[in-house]
Every structure is written in C-alpha cells, then in structure tokens.
T-cell receptor, first 121, second 109 residues
Framework: GAVVSQHPSRVICKSGTSVKIECRSL??????MFWYRQFPKKSLMLMAT?????????EQGVEKDKFLINHASLTLSTLTVTSAHPEDSSFYIC?????????????????FGPGTRLTVL | GQNIDQPTEMTATEGAIVQINCTYQ??????LFWYQQHAGEAPTFLSY??LDGLEEKGRFSSFLSRSKGYSYLLLKELQMKDSASYLC??????????WGAGTKLIIKP
C-alpha cells in the first residue's frame, strides 16, 4: 500500500515552454501533497505544500506564478512549470501524506512519487 | 533556527554493521523519519520514531532519544544494494518535515 505515482518520469523541453507534472496517490487519499526539487548531490528542497481544495502554500523564494500547483482532488496534484528556463532543470519529486491510521505505519508519513527529471534546453 | 545534522558520507564493508547518526534542533517534535534514497531515485520510507527507544524492522533499526535530540539508523548485515543516501527528517510542531542533507553510505566488498 501507500503508492504514489508521478508522470512523466522524464521530460526534455525547449526554453519558454510550460511543463505539467502529475502526482497521484493510488491507494489512499491525500489531503496534503508536497512538491520538492532536488539538485544533484543536494538535499531535498520543499517548494510548496498543496492542500486539496485550497491554494498551495509556497516556501520562501519560490515563485508561485512560475510554479503553478493545483490539487483538484484527494488523489491528484499537479505542478506546472511555466515558461521554463535551463535553470529550472532539476529533479522534481512529489510526496503525499497519508493521514489515515494504517496498520504497521505511523500517521502523517510522507510517501514519495518516483520523481520527474526535467531538462530545459 | 531549525537544524538537522548528519554525516555527509560513510563507508562500510559488506556484511558489517553501520550506524548513521542524526542530531536535531527543531521547533517542536512530532516524530523522526528515516528515508533511503538511491541515486537518481525518490526517497523511500524506512522508519518512524516518536517515542524514545529502538524500533527494529528486519536488518534496519532506528533509535530515538528526544531529550538528547538524537537518533541513529542501524544497518546490519550490509549488502551492496544498501549503498544509498540515508535522509533523516523531523516533523516539527506545524507537522512540517525538516530534512537533513543526507548521509551517503558507500558499501565496499
């Protein structure tokens, strides 16, 4: 259980285009999802917290107009990188918080999707 | 400020035991998580501690001392596939995860 999918796994795009990344919790409902980015050999950096049915909460320094987040249902959140530039090239990872008590696991555990590697040319 | 400290890199031998330490200073505490991350992949959940003591799960164990702000992840009978980064994360009073930079574990034959 606690599977999170992310699509696409890899995308290459031209500078100036927009890219949408989907994050789905497959076997549980997630009222809260998180979007991270990670540069090579660096730690995870939280970009924003996505709450179902409300606006996302962005971390300091993350442009909300550039990184659009939509959490339209309890199992789906999307991140759109608008007008992508080469400096946006990174590994983007989503996670979903399982807030329901689950046998053998703690509440509030974040389960990660497999990640999306974005390369902007 | 909030801070999670763990060693940058450790090396161990296949079949041996290794302990990865994590110390933390956070605003509030609602549990400590350990995740494993292989190169180029997303993190996977390993363990969770919210009470003091040792949690054992197969070859992996995790220990917590809240009074000392300290945890460790113990890996026994190391296998080559255990080569990965191990991330320590603490959930603060706002239920936000504060991440350590990770410990890269290198396993040698």
């Amino acid at each position: 259980g606690a599977v999170v999918s992310q699509h696409p796994s890899r995308v290459i795009c031209k500078s100036g285009t927009s890219v949408k990344i989907e994050c789905r919790s497959l076997d549980f409902q997630a009222t809260t999802m998180f979007w991270y980015r990670q540069f090579p050999k660096k730690s995870l950096m939280l970009m924003a917290t996505s709450n179902e049915g409300s606006k996302a909460t962005y971390e300091q320094g993350v442009e909300k107009d550039k990184f659009l987040i939509n959490h339209a249902s309890l199992t789906l959140s999307t991140l759109t990188v608008t007008s992508a530039h080469p400096e946006d090239s990174s590994f983007y990872i989503c996670s979903a918080r399982d807030s329901a008590p689950r046998r053998g696991g703690p509440t509030d555990t974040q389960y990660f999707g497999p990640g999306t590697r974005l390369t902007v040319l | 400020g909030q801070n999670i400290d763990q060693p940058t890199e450790m090396t161990a031998t296949e079949g041996a035991i290794v302990q990865i330490n994590c110390t933390y200073q956070t605003s509030g505490f609602n549990g400590l998580f350990w995740y494993q991350q292989h190169a180029g992949e997303a993190p996977t959940f390993l363990s969770y501690n919210v009470l003091d003591g040792l949690e054992e799960k197969g070859r992996f164990s995790s220990f917590l001392s809240r009074s000392k702000g300290y945890s460790y992840l113990l890996l026994k009978e190391l296998q080559m596939k255990d080569s990965a980064s191990y991330l320590c994360a603490v959930m603060d009073s706002n239920y936000q995860l504060i991440w350590g930079a990770g410990t890269k574990l290198i396993i040698k034959p």
